[in-house]
C-alpha cells in the first residue's frame, strides 16, 4: 500500500510549492532550524573556504600549471574551478590584506634616503605659508595634461603650470602633506595606496585584456581556437591578475631572498608560457607581442601608482 505523499508547502523564499528539503525554484532549504554551533562553522568553512575542493585545486592550477584555467574556461569545463572574477577579486582582497598584515610603513620611511636637511624639514614647512622647494635639492615631476606636480627628495610637493580655484585647493592639501614628517607621509602614502589599491586593480586588469586584444587582432584561419572576443582576453587577464597577486601574498609571507628571486623567475616564465598555452602561436611572437604589451602596460601601470599617491595625500 502507497503512502501518500507529503503535502506541498510554500517556500518561504520565493513561494513556490516545495515537497522535500530544497526548493525546485530557488534553491533555499526548506528547514528553518537555525543550526548548531558546530554544523554553522561546518557550513562556513566547507563554502567560503574548501568550497567543495574547488578552492585549492583551483590555487594549484593557478600557480603551477601556466593558462591551464583559461583554457578549461574556454572550453566549458567551469563547475570545477573558482570563476575567474571571483578568483580575482579574493585575491586581490588577499594581497591587499597581506600588505597591511606583513609590510612596516616605518621601514619603507627607513628606505628612503636622507638628506642633510631631514631633521628640519618638518618644522620648515610647517612655518613656511607657500609651498617651495629648497635650492639645491633635486626632486621629480609628475607631468599631467595643463599643470605638473613637483616631488622634491624631502616628499614635498607642488604644482606649477596651473591658476584656479582647483590649483588652489590642491596645493592647501599639499601644504597640510608637506608639514607631516618623513614618517608620517610615508604612512600616509603607505596606508592610502592599501586603502585604494583594489580599486586600481578593476582598472589595470580591463587595460590588460584590452591590450591583448589588440595585440592579437588579425585572422582566426591558423589558430582558430585563439581568443577574439573581449570577453575571453578578460577571462585571461583575470587570472593571470590573480596568478600575480597569489605571488605576491607568498612573497610577503615568505621574505626570503632565495624565495622572492624564484618567484620572480617564476613569474617571467609563467606569463610567456600562459601566454603561449592560451593564444597559441611561435614563440617570436609570443615574445614579440607579450613585450609591447608589457611596455603599455608598465606605463598605465606607473600612472595608477601615481594615482594612488595623490588619492592616498587628497582623500585622506
Known amino acids: 500500500m502507497r503512502s501518500n505523499p507529503a503535502p506541498a508547502v510554500a517556500c518561504r523564499n520565493c513561494g513556490a510549492g516545495v515537497t522535500g528539503d530544497y526548493c525546485a525554484a530557488c534553491g533555499q532549504e526548506t528547514r528553518v532550524k537555525l543550526p548548531t554551533a558546530r554544523a554553522f562553522l561546518r557550513e562556513a568553512t566547507g563554502r567560503y573556504v574548501t568550497l567543495d575542493g574547488r578552492l585549492w585545486r583551483t590555487l594549484a592550477a593557478l600557480m603551477l600549471r601556466p593558462g591551464f584555467l583559461t583554457r578549461e574556461y574556454m572550453v566549458g569545463r567551469r563547475r570545477r574551478y573558482i570563476r575567474p572574477a571571483r578568483l580575482f577579486l579574493v585575491l586581490s582582497l588577499a594581497l591587499f590584506a597581506a600588505i597591511r598584515f606583513f609590510a612596516d610603513a616605518p621601514m619603507h620611511a627607513a628606505e628612503i634616503p636622507v638628506g642633510k636637511d631631514d631633521a628640519t624639514s618638518a618644522p620648515k614647512a610647517a612655518a613656511e605659508p607657500?609651498?617651495?622647494?629648497?635650492?639645491?635639492?633635486?626632486?621629480?615631476?609628475?607631468?599631467?595634461?595643463?599643470?605638473?606636480?613637483?616631488?622634491?627628495?624631502?616628499?614635498?610637493?607642488?604644482?606649477?603650470?596651473?591658476?584656479?580655484?582647483?590649483?588652489?585647493?590642491?596645493?592647501?592639501?599639499?601644504?597640510?602633506?608637506?608639514?607631516?614628517?618623513?614618517?608620517?607621509?610615508?604612512?600616509?602614502?603607505?596606508?592610502?595606496?592599501?586603502?585604494?589599491?583594489?580599486?586600481?586593480?578593476?582598472?589595470?586588469?580591463?587595460?590588460?585584456?584590452?591590450?591583448?586584444?589588440?595585440?592579437?587582432?588579425?585572422?582566426?584561419?591558423?589558430?582558430?581556437?585563439?581568443?577574439?572576443?573581449?570577453?575571453?582576453?578578460?577571462?585571461?587577464?583575470?587570472?593571470?591578475?590573480?596568478?600575480?597577486?597569489?605571488?605576491?601574498?607568498?612573497?610577503?609571507?615568505?621574505?626570503?631572498?632565495?624565495?622572492?628571486?624564484?618567484?620572480?623567475?617564476?613569474?617571467?616564465?609563467?606569463?610567456?608560457?600562459?601566454?603561449?598555452?592560451?593564444?597559441?602561436?611561435?614563440?617570436?611572437?609570443?615574445?614579440?607581442?607579450?613585450?609591447?604589451?608589457?611596455?603599455?602596460?608598465?606605463?598605465?601601470?606607473?600612472?595608477?601608482?601615481?594615482?594612488?599617491?595623490?588619492?592616498?595625500?587628497?582623500?585622506?
Not at 615568505?254 to 617564476?266: D, G, K, N, Q, T
Request: net charge positive; hydrophobic share 55%.
Open 130 to 316: 607657500a609651498l617651495k622647494f629648497d635650492e639645491g635639492e633635486s626632486g621629480g615631476e609628475i607631468q599631467l595634461p595643463g599643470f605638473a606636480i613637483h616631488v622634491d627628495r624631502n616628499m614635498n610637493l607642488g604644482v606649477e603650470g596651473a591658476d584656479g580655484a582647483w590649483s588652489r585647493d590642491l596645493q592647501r592639501r599639499f601644504q597640510h602633506f608637506n608639514r607631516l614628517d618623513r614618517q608620517e607621509k610615508s604612512e600616509q602614502i603607505f596606508l592610502g595606496a592599501v586603502r585604494y589599491g583594489p580599486y586600481a586593480m578593476f582598472v589595470l586588469m580591463p587595460a590588460f585584456a584590452l591590450l591583448q586584444m589588440v595585440a592579437y587582432l588579425g585572422r582566426a584561419r591558423r589558430y582558430p581556437d585563439r581568443p577574439r572576443l573581449y570577453a575571453e582576453h578578460l577571462v585571461f587577464a583575470a587570472h593571470t591578475h590573480a596568478f600575480l597577486f597569489l605571488v605576491g601574498v607568498l612573497a610577503l609571507a615568505l621574505p626570503f631572498a632565495p624565495v622572492s628571486a624564484a618567484l620572480e623567475i617564476w613569474c617571467l616564465v609563467y606569463m610567456l608560457w600562459a601566454t603561449k598555452a592560451v593564444y597559441r602561436g611561435r614563440w617570436f611572437g609570443i615574445f614579440a607581442r607579450a613585450s609591447v604589451v608589457g611596455i603599455f602596460y608598465s606605463v598605465l601601470f606607473g600612472i595608477v601608482v601615481a594615482g594612488l599617491v595623490l588619492a592616498a595625500i587628497l582623500l585622506r
